[in-house]
């Protein structure tokens, strides 16, 4: 008996990540303890409206397709 559930490959749910979800995130970052060796602290997010709501329609996007672009893969974090 061939059990069909076993070759699926599982779907990820185009809403499970909003750009509600992702406006907590920017709220909840400070941008000034990731700054990186470019200087870049992502505080643009805040000045221009129209790049945050880019930006947080293009992380849903990614992360709700499952699909990263190779430069959000590779990065420093340090977890606090």
Known sequence: MHNSNTSKT???RKD???QDDIELV???TNFKKG????LFTAEILDK???LRDKFKEECAESLNSGQLPAHQTKGRLVAL
Do not use: A, C, V
């Not at 700054?35 to 470019?38: A, I, K």
């Open 10 to 12: 599982p779907k990820i």
């Open 35 to 38: 700054m990186g060796p470019d």
């Open 26 to 28: 920017l709220k909840s």
């Open 48 to 50: 221009d409206t129209q």
């Open 16 to 18: 499970l990540f909003t």
